[in-house]
């Protein structure tokens, strides 16, 4: 059983940097692509940040220019770099491994979540 396990969430005022790290306790075949989520109080989960096998990056328009995901293969890692923090990205993040479809599931492994708040 894979597990991804989340660090780096904490703390921080507006303005400042968070980096966010998910490692995967194994690795895991068949990646289609890695992903950031947040979630919000009383809000829905909504997709901040994508990275494909190909090192295609697409961002939430919400995001784009203050955050960077990236990955690390050899230690099965997605990272997510957060700059110019904002009150508003006060959220849970998780991340998600999704495999391509073919073959035995599952197809999606989620972090736990780390919490993100950014103080005015």
């Known amino acids: 059983q894979v597990q991804l396990v989340e660090s780096g969430g904490g703390l921080v005022q507006a303005g400042g940097s968070l980096r966010l790290s998910c490692a995967a306790s194994?690795?895991?075949?068949?990646?289609?692509?890695m992903d950031w989520y947040r979630q919000a109080p009383g809000k829905q989960r909504e997709l901040v940040a994508t990275i494909t096998t190909g090192d295609t990056t697409n961002y939430a328009d919400s995001v784009k220019g203050r955050f960077t995901i990236s990955r690390d293969n050899a230690k099965n890692t997605v990272y997510l770099q957060m700059n110019s923090l904002k009150p508003e990205d006060t959220a849970v993040y998780y991340c998600?491994?999704?495999?391509?479809?073919?073959?035995?599931?599952?197809?999606?492994?989620w972090g736990q979540g780390t919490q993100v708040t950014v103080s005015s």
């Open positions: 998600n491994i999704r495999r391509y479809k073919v073959g035995p599931g599952p197809y999606d492994y």
């Open positions: 194994r690795s895991i075949v068949g990646i289609n692509g």
